[in-house]
């Protein structure tokens, strides 16, 4: 799946950007991101005003599985997930 397509699967279920993802950008606190730098897809952890543990990704597909299947994980175990 592309990002847009990760975007709107875990909004359907209540998840937003920013409540425990974020896409190119640092978050309001400890959260995973995932953002395009030059051409290549990174993951990454966002922490105290920095991006930590980045990680490359051969594709936007598998850089987007990553973070939606985190995000998921993370939602059901908060009570977050709808539906």
Do not use: C
Request: zero cysteines; aromatic letters at 12%; proline letters at 1%.
């Amino acid at each position: 799946m592309k990002v847009s397509e990760m975007k709107a699967r875990l909004s359907a279920h209540g998840v937003e950007d920013g409540d425990l993802y974020t896409h190119g950008s640092l978050g309001g606190g400890e959260i995973d991101g995932i953002e395009q730098v030059d051409g290549k897809w990174f993951t990454y952890f966002s922490e105290r005003g920095s991006k930590r543990n980045y990680r490359e990704w051969p594709s936007e597909e598998e850089a987007a599985a990553y973070i939606y299947e985190r995000a998921e994980r993370l939602a059901r175990r908060l009570g977050l997930w709808k539906g």
